[in-house]
């Protein structure tokens, strides 16, 4: 069963800071050297509430909505799925438009903060109770419950696991709280053309907030940190690892996923090095 969003303390895994703590904590925590910081459970120190706060300020609801349009509603609908279960619900964007198209959802997010503000967000955009869950993707299966026809993480979310242990850690546990012929749906921004030949988002579809600036500000194969700039002047970085679209590909294949599609910018058909993210769609059948 899905606990709410009163129940986020007690939910609080091995690995995960106290959250009363990372809730009053307003500023994000690099240390001496944030070139140094690539860990997966350091997420939780990079959104804090005040970048929290602003994440739809990068994101816009509006334009994420008019540019993604139909995509992922219609990946779902194909294949017949009820029950989704949203892992990295961050405010809630998806979570939302899940729910007002009548899909039984249920958001999931290892970071407290994010999971207050897509409650919230849930009431304010057409008053939707989101039936909120705090779980980190490698212990799912211990604070998440039942069975998913589907399973989305999106927004390039997977990027925050730093070890390939952890990467196939969550994918496997995804896989397990996939109905058999369940289908999992991952993005990611296309690392290949920003590790191969530097940077170039023309900030089309998920980052579009229009007077705000997101770039990297250094990257190597194991580190992509990017650097968020807001009208206010207000800066904030997160630590990421650069996944290479074949390299999670393989993950899936080799965690048991039978069929798995790579669009690129919501389309079927794409040179490898233009499209800014990379959406793979994959089947447990
Ligand atoms: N999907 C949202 C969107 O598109 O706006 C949020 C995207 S945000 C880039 C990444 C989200 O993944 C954050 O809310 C973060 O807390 C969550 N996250 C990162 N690593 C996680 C982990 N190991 N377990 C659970 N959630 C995680």
Redesign the pocket.
Known sequence: MAKSVDDLDSSAGSGTPDTADLVAREEQVFGENPLDVRE??H??HE?VGSFVEK?DEL?DWKKRYESEGSFFIDQLKARGVRSVL??????G??SVRLLEEGFDAVS????PQ?LAKAFSNGLTYGGHILRVVH????WLNRDVHGEYDAIV?????F???FSER?RRK?LAEFYAMLKHDGVLIIDQRNYDSILDSGFSSKHTY?YAGEDVSAEPDYIDEGLARFKYTFPDKSEFF?NMYPLRKNYVRRLMREVGFQRIDTYGDFQETYHDAEPDFFIHVAEKK
């Open positions: 997966s459970d997420y939780t959104y994440w994101i949203d892992v990295a619900t961050g405010t964007f998806h999931a997010d290892g970071s994010m779980a980190d993707w490698r993480c999106l927004g390039n979310s990027t925050h696991l952890d969550a998920y997160l």
